[in-house]
C-alpha cells in the first residue's frame, strides 16, 4: 500500500445476507478497511442456521466467529475482529436514515429495503468514509445505486475473465513432421525436445502438418505426449476429439481431479459415467451426485412423498445416463444384470449432495453433475473430503446457472478451472461440440 493510499479515508463495507451465505469468511476479506453488518442479517441467518445446505453451514460459521470476537466486546460499537485485521467491525443496529429511506422510496418491511437503510445510516454517521454495501443480489445492487449509495459484487473467488477460461486444449498447426510421424508410430514420444504451449500442466493438443492432424495428450508426470485415440468405454463412443480427450483424463490413473465443462448435449455427464462404470473394479464405490437447486424457491420438503420420491425428480438425469449406457448392451443381458446388480447393491449410488455429504471418500469415483450450481467453498470442501485412490470428477455448464447469486464468473465450476490448471494431478476439458441430434444442435446454435 503507497503512502497515498494510505492518507486516504478507510471505506466501510456493508455485507448482505448473500455474502455470507456464499463465503462466511468474507468479513476478514477487506484488508485495512472496515465492515458492517446490519442486525437484520443476523436475523436472516438465523433463519440459515439449521439444515445440511451449504448455505447453512455458511450461517453458522459466521454466527461462531462472530460469537468468538464479541466475547469481550459489545457488537454495536466499532472493535477490531483479531490480530490481524487492520480494520474493524461492527453490527449496525439503527436503519432510520434522516434523509433518503429505502422503504418509502420502494416497499416498507422488506428486507433488502431496511438493509439498504441501515447502509443509509452509516453513510449519513460517516460522511468522510466512502459507504459501500457488497451483494451478490444483483437488484440489491441497482436499488442501492438509484439510492445514491456505492455498491458492488463480493469479488473473492470471481474469475476475472470468463471468456478466456483455460479450455484444457491446444490447437497447434505446422506441428514438426518428423515428431508427427513418430507419435503416429509409437504413439507416445519424450516431450523433451518438443516446443509445445502448455508444457507446465496436464494438457490435450489438435497436432496438424498441412492436412494431417492426430489428437494428443502432454503428460507432465513423465513429459511425455501420448496420441489419443477414438475408442469406446463401456459402450459408449467418443464423437469427436473433445471427448476422447475427456475419456482419456477420466481414465487417466495418475489424474486425480477432473472438470469438464460445456454445453448441454455435449456428453459430460455420460462419458464420466461411463468411464467410472469401466474402473469399477478399481474403486470401492461410484458416487454420482449433483446439487438440489429447489424449484421456484422451494425446499425438496414442499414436494410429497418420502425421501426418494422427493429426490427422484433432481436425479433423473442421472439415471436416464445410465438407462442409455444400459440399452448399449441390449444383446448382453450379462452385462445388463451387472449393471442392475451394481445399482441394487449400491456399488454405483445417485443421490443429491446434501446425502453424501460427510461420508469416507476413499476410493471412490465421485461424479459430481451441475458443478456450476456449486460455490468455490463447496468446491473446497468436496475435495479436500478427498481420501486415498478416490478420483473426483466435476461436470457442468458455467453459463448455465440455476442458483441465486452465482454466475459465471463466481461459481465453483470456473474458481476451479482457474485455479487448478496447473496442478500436475489434474485435467480439463471443454467439450464444445453438442452430440443429441441436430435438432439439439439447431437449438444451441439458434435460439
Not at 523433451?192 to 494428443?216: G, Q, T, V
Not at 476451479?416 to 437449438?443: C, V
Request: net charge neutral; hydrophobic share 40%.
Amino acid at each position: 500500500m503507497t503512502k497515498k493510499d494510505q492518507q486516504l479515508p478507510r471505506k466501510i463495507f456493508v455485507l448482505d445476507t448473500s455474502v455470507i451465505l456464499y463465503d462466511h469468511d468474507a468479513i476478514n476479506s477487506f484488508q485495512e478497511h472496515d465492515v458492517a453488518v446490519p442486525a437484520l442479517v443476523l436475523e436472516e441467518l438465523d433463519n440459515f442456521k439449521s439444515g445440511n445446505d451449504t448455505r447453512n453451514f455458511e450461517a453458522r460459521n459466521f454466527i461462531r466467529i462472530i460469537d468468538k470476537a464479541s466475547k469481550n466486546n459489545l457488537l454495536n460499537t466499532w472493535f477490531t475482529l483479531n490480530k490481524k485485521s487492520l480494520g474493524k467491525f461492527k453490527i449496525q443496529i439503527e436503519e432510520v436514515p434522516s434523509q433518503q429511506n429505502a422503504e418509502t422510496l420502494f416497499s416498507h418491511g422488506k428486507f433488502d429495503n431496511r438493509i439498504l437503510n441501515s447502509a443509509l445510516v452509516l453513510k449519513e454517521e460517516n460522511p468522510n468514509h466512502k459507504v459501500i454495501l457488497v451483494a451478490k443480489d444483483i437488484c440489491l445492487r441497482l436499488k442501492a445505486k438509484a439510492l445514491g449509495l456505492h455498491a458492488e459484487d463480493y469479488e473473492t473467488g470471481k474469475v476475472k475473465n470468463v471468456e478466456e477460461l483455460y479450455s484444457g486444449k491446444t490447437i497447434v498447426n505446422n506441428f514438426e513432421i518428423a515428431a508427427f510421424e513418430q507419435l503416429k508410430k509409437e504413439h507416445a514420444i519424450s516431450a523433451a525436445a518438443l516446443n509445445l504451449p502448455c508444457m507446465h500442466a496436464n494438457h490435450f493438443y489438435i497436432l496438424k502438418n498441412k492436412r494431417k492432424e492426430i489428437a494428443a495428450f502432454y503428460s507432465i508426470n513423465n513429459n511425455l505426449l501420448k496420441q489419443v485415440k477414438k475408442e469406446a468405454v463401456f459402450g459408449i463412443k467418443p464423437r469427436n476429439a473433445e471427448q476422447s480427450f475427456a475419456i482419456e483424463a477420466l481414465l487417466s490413473p495418475e489424474i486425480k481431479l477432473v472438470t469438464i465443462q460445456g454445453n448441454a448435449g455435449t456428453g459430460k455427464t455420460l462419458l464420466a459415467l461411463a468411464s467410472a462404470l469401466a474402473q469399477r473394479r478399481e474403486y470401492r464405490q461410484i458416487y454420482i451426485t449433483r446439487p438440489i437447486v429447489p424449484l421456484s424457491n422451494k425446499d425438496i420438503g414442499f414436494l410429497p412423498g418420502d425421501v426418494k420420491s422427493k429426490v427422484d425428480p433432481y436425479m433423473a438425469p442421472i439415471w436416464d445416463n445410465l438407462k442409455f449406457i444400459r440399452e448399449q448392451f441390449a444383446n448382453e443381458e450379462k452385462t445388463q444384470l451387472k449393471i442392475d446388480e451394481l445399482v441394487r447393491t449400491e456399488k454405483i449410488e445417485i443421490a443429491p449432495l446434501a446425502f453424501i455429504r460427510g461420508r469416507t471418500l476413499n476410493k471412490i469415483f465421485f461424479i459430481i453433475d451441475e458443478a456450476q450450481n456449486l460455490t468455490p467453498h463447496e468446491i473446497k470442501t468436496i475435495i479436500s473430503r478427498a481420501g486415498e485412490d478416490t478420483k473426483i470428477v466435476f461436470t457442468g455448464d458455467i453459463y448455465q446457472i440455476d442458483t441465486p447469486y452465482l454466475d459465471s464468473e463466481s461459481n465453483g465450476l470456473s474458481y476451479l478451472i482457474e485455479n487448478a490448471k496447473n496442478h500436475p494431478l489434474y485435467a480439463h476439458i471443454t467439450l464444445q461440440k453438442g452430440e443429441r441430434s441436430e435438432l439439439a444442435d439447431l437449438a444451441t446454435a439458434l435460439l
